[in-house]
């Protein structure tokens, strides 16, 4: 007699996970948001805080900050240059 035994299936490859990877903006170009927020608002820097950031396309991305409770919102492409910093 033989056993049947089942075994799980593979994981899916990497790229067809259901979970998409969000890329998010290097270290240095959410501070750059956070210094460009606090110029605009007149706040001090330290108190601005990114929450999140995502990749927007292949040049820019999308940084949330918190100003003490108000939200802004900083684009900002991989060259450093601040497009926009908008409240939320």
């Known amino acids: 007699m ?3 035994v089942s075994t799980p299936p593979p994981p899916p490859p990497q790229d067809q996970m259901s979970r998409t990877q969000v890329e998010t903006a290097p270290a240095d170009l959410q501070l750059l948001c ?3 927020a606090a110029k ?3 706040a ?3 108190k601005i805080l990114p929450v999140s950031s995502s990749k ?3 040049t820019t991305y999308r ?3 918190d100003a003490s409770g ?3 919102s900083c684009l900002v492409d991989t060259e450093g240059n601040v497009k926009s910093v908008q409240p939320t």
């Open 70 to 72: 108000k939200k802004t």
């Open 56 to 58: 927007i396309d292949s």
């Open 44 to 46: 001090d820097s330290s």
């Open 2 to 4: 033989s056993a049947c």
């Open 63 to 65: 940084v949330e900050l």
């Open 40 to 42: 605009a608002s007149g």
């Open 34 to 36: 956070a210094d460009a």
